[in-house]
């Protein structure tokens, strides 16, 4: 038990001292810049879908 309250210890002391945080500009910048990853990757995927699905329709009509 004594080895868990010390992890739990270290780990408090090692958030407070050791670890740098970042401000809120640093916060706010880096939370633009995972949004618009995520609509410029979430636009990319739709956009391979709706080509492949379009292709595959193609594809099927020949065989009709």
């Given at each position: 038990m004594?080895?868990?309250?010390t992890y739990f210890r270290e780990s408090y002391r090692e958030l407070l001292e050791k670890v740098t945080w970042?401000?809120?500009?640093?916060?706010?910048?880096?939370?633009?810049?995972?949004?618009?990853?995520?609509?410029?990757i979430t636009v990319l995927v739709w956009l391979m879908d709706l080509a492949s699905s379009q292709l595959l329709k193609l594809v099927y009509s020949f065989f009709k």
């Open positions: 004594n080895k868990v309250s970042p401000s809120w500009s640093q916060l706010q910048q880096s939370t633009v810049i995972v949004l618009v990853a995520t609509i410029l």
